[in-house]
């Protein structure tokens, strides 16, 4: 059962159709993969990871807020989600993928999702070149 955390996500499901929009293919959830990552595009050796900002404290931002009450069990909770993506970057990268996020706060127009999309390609590149 998972009430809380649907697997499809709405800012996840923008980030798919603009990957499709692109005609870059890609696979979902893959279980064989460390920590389950949300986007796997196998051709480019690369995973994308759509993170809430709230749940993954993007840095900076201000979605990221600490609830006021319960403070130290949200401050618990989110170091462990933080030490939890640290790790599942880590073991993929071991492997040889590429690890890239895109935030919630990235997915709030067609505009922002492609600049997203395309820094993280670009950056591909760039390492691809090394
Ligand atoms: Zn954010």
Do not use: Y
Not at 80 to 98: I, K, M, P
Request: proline share 4%.
């Amino acid at each position: 059962m998972r009430a809380v955390r649907s697997k499809n996500t709405s800012p996840e499901v923008l980030v798919r159709k603009a990957l499709h929009r692109r005609g870059l293919r890609f696979r979902l959830h893959r279980k064989d993969l460390p920590c389950t990552p949300d986007i796997t595009l196998p051709r480019l050796k690369l995973v994308i990871f759509v993170h809430g900002c709230f749940w993954h404290q993007h840095l900076g931002c201000k979605r990221a807020t600490v609830p006021v009450t319960n403070r130290e069990f949200w401050q618990k909770k989110f170091r462990s989600n933080l030490a939890r993506d640290e790790v599942a970057r880590n073991t993929l990268e071991a492997n040889g993928w590429h690890v890239a996020t895109v935030w919630e706060c990235e997915t709030k127009s067609i505009e922002k999702i492609d600049r997203a999309l395309d820094q993280i390609l670009m950056k591909l590149k760039s390492s691809d070149a090394l």
